[in-house]
């Protein structure tokens, strides 16, 4: 059976236009780990763990999470996202999009002081993308980056989730445990 163009799609199909949508347009990019991984590994962890660990059923943060650096790392703007997926998913990708037109710093900065503000939708995506980053950062980090450096991002990475905490506990819990794990294999690393 066919669906009609104007038919709701089912959150399965709609789910998977998501990642299809975010894998096209990722396609051409890597991960900085010595391996370059495939860039699109990245946004699927960060909706995996919602599922799986957040116990996230909710639609537009599954969307959201599977196209949460389209805007702000391809040529993906706003609007297109509004317009394939809804209001809704765009205004959460757009919560947790940095301005990179700013200075790095700035940036890292504004996700400090802007996570208390967000929604709840987009702080548990952030706790998630924080949570994969640092996962990321211990097991297969960038490529050159000194301990002193992965330690800066996983200082910088706790005070961006301190600013989104009260929104999933079994998430936030995941995040705690991985974190402490990712402190316990640098700290390993400099002895």
Same mark, same amino acid.
């Given at each position: 059976?066919?669906?009609?163009?104007? =038919?709701?799609?089912?959150? =399965? #199909? &709609?789910?998977?236009?998501?990642?299809?949508?975010? =894998?096209?347009?990722?396609?051409?990019?890597? $991960?900085? /780990?010595?391996e =370059?991984? *495939?860039y699109?590994?990245? *946004?699927? $962890?960060? &909706?995996?763990?919602?599922?799986?660990?957040?116990? #996230?059923?909710?639609l537009?943060?599954?969307?959201? &999470?599977?196209?949460?650096?389209?805007?702000?790392?391809?040529?993906?703007?706003?609007?297109?996202?509004? +317009?394939?997926?809804?209001?809704?998913?765009?205004?959460?990708?757009?919560?947790?999009?940095? /301005?990179?037109?700013?200075?790095? &710093?700035?940036?890292?900065?504004?996700?400090?002081?802007?996570?208390?503000?967000?929604?709840?939708?987009a702080?548990?995506?952030?706790?998630?993308?924080?949570?994969?980053? #640092?996962?990321?950062?211990?097991?297969?980090?960038?490529?050159?980056?000194?301990?002193?450096r992965?330690?800066?991002?996983?200082?910088?990475?706790? $005070?961006?989730?301190?600013?989104?905490?009260?929104?999933? *506990?079994?998430?936030?819990?995941?995040? /705690?445990?991985?974190?402490?794990?990712? +402190?316990?294999?640098?700290?390993?690393?400099?002895?």
């Amino acid at each position: 059976m066919t669906q009609s163009p104007l =038919a709701v799609p089912s959150p =399965a #199909v &709609a789910l998977l236009e998501a990642l299809h949508f975010s =894998a096209t347009k990722h396609s051409d990019q890597r $991960r900085k /780990d010595k391996e =370059a991984s *495939p860039y699109i590994n990245h *946004p699927i $962890r960060v &909706a995996q763990l919602l599922a799986s660990e957040g116990g #996230v059923t909710d639609l537009v943060i599954l969307q959201a &999470a599977i196209l949460h650096d389209t805007v702000e790392d391809t040529d993906t703007t706003p609007e297109e996202i509004e +317009r394939h997926f809804g209001p809704e998913v765009r205004h959460v990708v757009e919560e947790v999009t940095d /301005d990179k037109n700013l200075p790095k &710093a700035e940036r890292k900065q504004l996700q400090v002081e802007h996570a208390p503000h967000l929604s709840p939708q987009a702080k548990q995506l952030k706790i998630a993308d924080k949570t994969a980053n #640092v996962q990321n950062m211990t097991t297969s980090p960038p490529d050159g980056w000194s301990l002193e450096r992965k330690r800066e991002y996983l200082d910088w990475a706790d $005070r961006v989730v301190a600013g989104c905490r009260g929104c999933n *506990p079994a998430l936030e819990a995941v995040y /705690d445990e991985v974190i402490a794990q990712g +402190r316990e294999a640098l700290a390993a690393v400099a002895a």
